[in-house]
């Protein structure tokens, strides 16, 4: 599941954010002291909680045979755009570092960019869940008409 493997992706990238400002200093001071800092990490991890309640949610409803076709549009668009910002604000705190590959972080973007394009695009799910919320009929494309050539 594209969703699983994108939490997998942010929670590097939290794990590498947080080895690296333990490390890195500015003026003296380690980069995790830094109210700043603190204020990015603890984002982080409350998107990785939010994000895995989503897929664990999908699994109990699929455990108990109940339709969880809706949910697992919402855990795709959300964990996938959720693992980018994490990726993206793992590099930010690396700095210029995040684009040497001695860190993990230039190819946990990369990753997580990728993961946008597996399965359904975001637009098409949101779409689908759109058309659940009001009630309409999903957009079917026209039958191809071999005639027309």
Known sequence: ???????????????????????????????????????????MKAEINAARAIIWHV???????????????????HTTEMAVRIAQTAMNLHGGWGFSTEYDVERLLRDSQGSLAGGLAADVLRESITCSLFGINQWQPEPFNMDLF
């Open 1 to 43: 599941m594209i969703s699983c493997c994108s939490l997998g992706i942010a929670e590097a990238a939290l794990e590498s954010a947080i080895s690296y400002t333990k490390k890195a200093q500015v003026a003296g001071v380690p980069l995790i002291e830094l109210q700043s800092v603190h204020r990015q990490l603890v984002d």
């Open 59 to 77: 699994a109990w409803l699929k455990e108990k045979k109940q339709s969880a076709r809706e949910l697992v549009a919402i855990a795709k668009i």
